[in-house]
C-alpha cells in the first residue's frame, strides 16, 4: 500500500484547509484510513480516522466541530476538511491506513504516507 498527501501549506488562523490521500496498492474500500499529525516537539497523535465501510468516524476532542474525515472509494481517496483553524493544527498531517481493522493509535495502523506541513499563523 502506498499513501499520498497533498492539500497542505500556511493559512492564517481561522481559516480552512482541506487534506487528501490518495492510497494505491490494495483494496481502498476494505481499508479503514486515518489522520495523524505530530507537532514540533511532541508525539505523533490521531487526528480522525473513518471505518473501512464508512459508516464511523473518530475525532480527537481537540478537533471536534472543526474538521471533517470523508472517504471517497471510487477515487481511493480520503479528505481531511480542517475549518477554524487555530496556531495549535500546525504539525505535518500524516495519513494512514489498516486493512479492514481500525483504531486510534498508530499501532493500529501499518501502511503510512510521508505527511504534509500544515501551518497555521496568527
Known amino acids: 500500500v502506498q499513501l499520498v498527501e497533498s492539500g497542505g501549506g500556511l493559512v492564517q488562523a481561522g481559516g480552512s484547509l482541506r487534506l487528501s490521500c490518495m492510497f494505491s496498492?490494495?483494496?481502498?474500500?476494505?481499508?479503514?484510513m486515518a489522520w495523524f499529525r505530530r507537532a514540533p516537539g511532541k508525539e505523533r497523535e490521531s487526528v480522525a480516522a473513518?471505518?473501512?465501510?464508512?459508516?464511523?468516524?473518530q475525532y480527537a476532542d481537540s478537533v471536534k466541530g472543526r474538521f471533517t474525515i470523508s472517504r471517497d472509494d471510487a477515487k481511493n481517496s480520503v479528505y481531511l476538511q480542517m475549518n477554524s483553524l487555530k496556531s495549535e493544527d500546525t504539525a505535518v498531517y500524516y495519513c494512514?491506513?489498516?486493512?479492514?481493522?481500525?483504531?486510534?493509535?498508530?499501532?493500529?495502523?501499518?501502511?503510512w504516507g510521508q505527511g504534509t506541513q500544515v501551518t497555521v499563523s496568527l
Open positions: 473513518i471505518h473501512w465501510s464508512g459508516r464511523s468516524t
Open positions: 496498492g490494495g483494496t481502498f474500500s476494505l481499508h479503514s
Open positions: 494512514a491506513a489498516r486493512y479492514l481493522e481500525w483504531g486510534t493509535t498508530d499501532r493500529d495502523y501499518d501502511s
